[in-house]
């Protein structure tokens, strides 16, 4: 199954294997990294199924994340939490879907890791300057989500996900925060480059990873240097 979805060109998933998805992920299933134990609810975005997540644990292992105040936004499984927090960070996790924050908590407690978890869209309900590090695994599907679970594929027809995502920070002082989001060439970098510009703020490619043919980004979120 990994091996199937684990490949090129998904383009939000060949109809073949978004059925494929859709009945693998009907039922609960269980996932283990690095020593970590999870329960992976249905609407949940899985870990396993794709590259984002395990590409951004494998950059943060070159960091030190011991006392770091760290944020995932949108944490999905919470996959990235719990390492971090494993790591000894102070970690909060938020998601919009309520299923996935009820599995962050369950996984935490399975694994005795200590995470706030918070209902958010986006910074609707955190302070973003009280974390030194931001991790975000964004949609970027554009397509506006019918439901709560194809928020974690879409992010409207316009992106609008982006749009309120970089209008949020366009008044932070983004220079004392680590703040990383990861993107992969199936999306429109281009389009998401140009909403971020306009709200002044740079996209500084800090990794580029080749995974299974596809290309995948990690970019630092910056001042752009007309605007700091």
Same mark, same amino acid.
């Given at each position: 199954?990994?091996?199937?979805?684990?490949?090129?060109?998904?383009?939000?998933?060949?109809?073949?294997?978004?059925?494929?998805?859709?009945? =693998?992920?009907?039922?609960?299933?269980? =996932?283990?990294?690095?020593g970590l134990r999870l329960t992976i609810y249905p609407s949940v975005f899985h870990p396993g199924l794709f590259y984002s997540t395990q590409y951004l644990i494998a =950059?943060?292992?070159?960091?030190?994340?011991?006392r770091k105040r760290l944020l995932e936004l949108g944490a999905g499984s919470g996959l990235i939490s719990m390492v971090a927090a494993s790591h000894g960070a102070t970690v909060t996790s938020t998601d919009i879907n309520a299923q996935a924050l009820e599995g962050i908590r369950e996984n935490?407690?399975?694994?005795?890791?200590?995470?706030?978890?918070?209902?958010?869209?986006?910074?609707?309900?955190?302070?973003?300057?009280?974390?030194?590090?931001?991790?975000?695994?964004?949609?970027?599907?554009?397509k506006a989500p019918q439901n709560t679970a194809e928020s974690a594929w879409f992010c409207g027809e316009n992106f609008e996900y982006f749009e309120k995502l970089?209008?949020?920070?366009?008044?932070?002082?983004?220079?004392?925060?680590?703040?990383?989001?990861?993107?992969?060439?199936?999306c429109d970098i281009t389009r998401i480059g140009q909403i971020s510009s306009k709200a002044g703020i740079a996209l500084d490619e800090v990794s580029r990873k080749e995974i299974g043919g596809e290309l995948n980004f990690i970019f630092r979120l910056k001042k752009s240097q007309a605007h700091s």
């Open positions: 199954m990994l091996a199937l979805l684990q490949r090129k060109s998904l383009r939000f998933l060949h109809p073949f294997l978004r059925r494929l998805v859709r009945y =693998y992920l009907r039922k609960p299933r269980s =996932y283990r990294f690095q =950059y943060l292992s070159e960091v030190d994340l011991s935490a407690a399975t694994n005795k890791l200590d995470i706030e978890v918070k209902e958010s869209d986006l910074f609707d309900k955190v302070e973003p300057q009280r974390f030194d590090m931001i991790i975000i695994n964004p949609p970027y599907y554009p970089f209008r949020q920070l366009e008044n932070e002082n983004l220079n004392d925060i680590h703040i990383l989001m990861v993107l992969s060439e199936d």
